[in-house]
C-alpha cells in the first residue's frame, strides 16, 4: 500500500510538472529578431509570427537616416533568448517632426559651426575639405547630399555635413582617442579635420555612447588626408 502511495505521488509529481512545462512552454526558445529601420507595421508582423509582442516605450530624437515611426532601437537586443509572449520594448523615431531654420554657417570657423548647430537643435554630420586658403572655414553646406543655406527649414537633428577649407593643407595627425567614451569622441577628431567612423562592438554592448574605445585605425599620430574617417572598436564600459 505505501509502495502503491509513493508511485501515485510520484506520477501526480511528474504531471503537474508536465502540465507547467507546458504551459510556461519551459522548453521553447525564440531569439530576438532585428527590428530596427522596421516601421510598426512590418514590426508587428514579424513579431505576430514569432508569437512575440511590443511595446512602445519612448521616441528618441528624430534620426533622418530613419523614417518616422521607424524602430532606431529595441529591448532585449537582436539575438536575445527569450520566451513564447515576451514583450519587446521599441524606442522609435518620433512621428511627428519640428522643423527649425537653419542658422547662418557660411563663412564660419568650424569650431563655431559646431557650436551654432548644436545648440539650434541640429547635428554634425561629416566633414569634407575643398580648395580655399582658409583652413577650417566653412564655404557651404549639405543635407543628404544637397546643398542648404541658412533659414532654410529643416527637421530637429538632423545631420548637417560641413564643407571646410583645407588651408591648402592635404594632411591632419590622428589624436588618440583609446580609452575614450564613444560619444566624446566625435568632437576630437572634429577639432583634428577627422570623421568618426565606421566603429565595430560586441554583441553584449549595453550602451553604445558610453562605451569606451579599445582600438582605433588609423593609429594615433599617423598622418592621414584630411576629412579621413577614424574606425573605432568599443567594448563596455563595465568591462
Same mark, same amino acid.
Request: glycine share 4%.
Given at each position: ?6 508511485? #501515485? ?30 516601421? #510598426? ?145 566625435? %568632437? ?21 555612447? %558610453? ?29
Amino acid at each position: 500500500m505505501l509502495l502503491l502511495t509513493i508511485a #501515485l505521488l510520484f506520477i501526480f509529481i511528474k504531471l503537474i510538472d508536465f502540465s507547467l512545462k507546458k504551459y510556461t512552454r519551459y522548453d521553447e526558445t525564440i531569439y530576438v529578431p532585428s527590428l530596427v529601420g522596421l516601421n #510598426l507595421s512590418d514590426t508587428k508582423d514579424t513579431l505576430d509570427g514569432m508569437d512575440l509582442k511590443f511595446v512602445i516605450i519612448d521616441s528618441a530624437a528624430y534620426n533622418p537616416d530613419y523614417n518616422r515611426g521607424d524602430v532606431l532601437s529595441h529591448q532585449p537586443k537582436p539575438d536575445s533568448e527569450v520566451k513564447p509572449g515576451r514583450k519587446i520594448y521599441l524606442t522609435i523615431n518620433p512621428l511627428t517632426v519640428h522643423y527649425i531654420p537653419l542658422p547662418d554657417l557660411k563663412n564660419k570657423s568650424l569650431r563655431h559651426a559646431i557650436s551654432l548647430l548644436e545648440n539650434n537643435a541640429f547635428q554634425v554630420g561629416d566633414l569634407y575639405y575643398i580648395d580655399h586658403y582658409a583652413k577650417d572655414l566653412v564655404r557651404f553646406v549639405k543635407v543628404n547630399n544637397e546643398i542648404v543655406s541658412k533659414n532654410d527649414s529643416l527637421p530637429k537633428f538632423t545631420k548637417v555635413d560641413l564643407y571646410l577649407g583645407d588651408g591648402h593643407d592635404e594632411d591632419a595627425i590622428v589624436p588618440n582617442v583609446v580609452g575614450l567614451e564613444f560619444r566624446q569622441i566625435k %568632437r576630437k577628431l572634429n577639432n583634428h579635420s577627422l570623421n568618426v567612423g565606421p566603429y565595430y562592438m560586441v554583441d553584449t554592448l549595453v550602451d553604445t555612447m %558610453r562605451s569606451i574605445i579599445y582600438q582605433q585605425k588609423p593609429l594615433s599620430n599617423e598622418k592621414v588626408p584630411l576629412g579621413t574617417h577614424v574606425s573605432v572598436w568599443l567594448k563596455d564600459s563595465l568591462n
